[in-house]
């Protein structure tokens, strides 16, 4: 079936989009670096405060004249357990102590700052908003809708992008298994929705009539021309974003992608109570066999300082080095470099295609 | 870097091969019909007895004069816990008496077949092998060489592809995580190598200069445009052709492949003490808890004549119903049929595709 255009539904030249990699990669200057460069750039805003997502919008604003996406977390359903919060609380006791951390006390917990983002992202007129965790509500669209916000969304199953498009969503982003970071998944267990790319994009597309986006480990132009191939109306590439000059990982996050093996990216709730996918190390091997873990937000809330002491320190085993199974074929190169190689890649790539 | 191309090395026209699906599917009429209809057909050994694998090459050699391969399982060093295959033993007893068994005596195991197997191969003039499971050793890499026989092997991560190169095979096939039955992982975890194919196709061709055939999650044209357009040499596809009129699946296998959603192809070691993926059913689920499960092959001995006396009874959530997550996309045509659909649409695909 014959899908609307990307770049002519955003007002991009190349249906290539940069991911809102939350908590630091996905700066204003990364998205405005790619928005500049043809592509779609978006600000990982998952987890600023609405002050800062103001700035970050701003500075993007001034950097480019682009259109430039804005990426939120939208908030779920979660059960509170409070003896299995102290539990973990003290399972995160020494983490603290051995960064000469005080101790957390019971009351620092998890409070939702969506509708503040959402009101920041309203008043900034931003045009393109992408949403993971969740399915928007029909009054989220409408409200969006009214001001011609443009709403991409992610999914990980067929049943999750039927929903999204039954919402009203324009364009669904199917994260595949190789995707680094967190799990879009929304219906069912994380654990259940892995669906590599090869069969997700065709699956997907077959499902909605709505543009899809494929997500997950494209890391040049032979993904690019791979998941069009698959019959995806653009990409969605993270980290290969993620080391770029204009990334604002940190150093110690850049400098493993360059040491890890793609057999290194694993899939862990240890950091946030939700599946994400990053580079082994010792706090995810340690915290392994937890078996009664906060759900997310709970669980990104208690080891939140300890990962952010950890980065002051340059103690990277306690990280969160979050990246996709692609890591290995990562560069430093400038956002805009990426996106040259990308298009100029991809020409070649689909010009050598032999027929059978 | 150029490789070799596949289709000169097995003399065949398309660089499209089925995958050696055992224990039934991969049967001499659907290996032939592949192989008639241009590409490579495989005889899926894994489990044949050397005289039932013998008339297998016997009729098949009777139904094609184009090249075919047979598909072997490279058997790998395992510990032997008389204590914990005895507790297993009583953990399936239960399956056994409700579908009529007599209990299993502490004598029936495993007892390796492959050194006869090889010799049938040899015999029967066989000139294309593929294995899985591990690497084959030098001295049996040159003992088919001298024959003249060409070698194709299994890899899931960049290291695996470089020891199988190291080893003097021929071809690599990239198993991708999305890829039915068990997994190929030969070094370290298998759980640590469940890399998509959007991913492994590109590393793996980057790592080795043998062609690699991309396996997992390829079903149309669409998937075989895109495993080309990584890098792959081919493609290698087995739940394609699982349904199709001439596997030998079991009439309940084939229709269970048509109800499953793509978040039903999960991933276990109960039926085999290997990882598999496979439709989701009450055997798996009942043994998901088992924390002392025996090995490959150990625990394959003790559940087989389980699963094929539940095939008999018709009991199909006691079958291990192998599958990879591009089930939803199978069909139950021909093979021929399905050849020609595949060679069509990807021609149509990489017609299509759209320069930037």
Redesign the interface.
């Known amino acids: 079936m014959m899908k609307q255009s990307i770049t002519s539904l955003f007002g991009i030249?190349?249906?290539i989009v940069q991911a809102g990699m939350a908590g630091g990669p996905a700066t204003p200057e990364l998205a405005a670096a790619v928005s500049n460069a043809g592509g779609l750039g978006t600000l990982g805003a998952g987890y600023m405060t609405p002050a800062d997502l103001e700035a970050a919008i701003h500075t993007m604003k001034e950097l480019t004249n682009k259109p430039c996406a804005v990426n939120l977390f939208l908030p779920e359903v979660f059960m509170e357990d409070s003896v299995r919060t102290e539990k973990m609380r003290k399972r995160l006791a020494p983490f603290r102590s051995s960064l000469g951390m005080e101790q957390a006390s019971a009351e620092s917990g998890y409070q939702s700052i969506f509708q503040d983002q959402l009101q920041t992202v309203l008043d900034a007129q931003v045009s393109i908003v992408s949403f993971t965790f969740n399915s928007p509500s029909t009054e989220l669209v409408g409200q969006l809708k009214e001001q011609g916000i443009t709403i991409m969304a992610t999914a990980t199953?067929?049943?999750e992008a039927r929903q999204l498009e039954a919402e009203g969503v324009d364009v669904i982003s199917a994260q595949?298994?190789?995707a680094g970071g967190h799990r879009g998944t929304f219906i069912?267990e994380a654990e259940?929705?892995?669906?590599?790319?090869?069969?997700?994009v065709?699956?997907l597309t077959d499902a909605v009539s709505v543009p899809v986006i494929a997500a997950?480990?494209?890391?040049?132009g032979?993904?690019i021309?791979?998941?069009?191939?698959?019959?995806a109306s653009g990409v969605q590439l993270g980290t290969a974003f993620l080391a770029s000059a204009e990334s604002g990982a940190h150093p110690l996050h850049k400098d493993a992608i360059f040491q890890a093996?793609?057999?290194?990216l694993?899939l862990t709730k240890a950091f946030s109570g939700k599946m994400a996918r990053g580079i082994n190390n010792d706090f995810m091997e340690q915290m392994a066999g937890e078996e009664n873990l906060p759900p997310y937000p709970i669980q990104n809330a208690l080891t939140s300082d300890i990962r952010k002491q950890a980065a002051i320190q340059g103690k990277s085993e306690w990280m969160s080095l979050w990246a996709?199974?692609?890591a290995?074929?990562a560069t430093r190169l400038s956002a805009h470099e990426i996106m040259e190689n990308l298009?100029k890649d991809?020409?070649q790539?689909?010009?050598r295609?032999?027929?059978?």
Chains 1, 2 share one sequence.
């Open positions: 030249q190349y249906p199953s067929v049943e595949g298994s190789e069912g259940d929705a892995l669906i590599g790319s090869m069969t997700l065709p699956l997950g480990g494209i890391m040049d032979r993904g021309a791979a998941a069009m191939a698959l019959g093996k793609e057999t290194d694993k996709g199974q692609g290995p074929m298009v991809y020409n790539v689909i010009s295609m032999p027929p059978f």
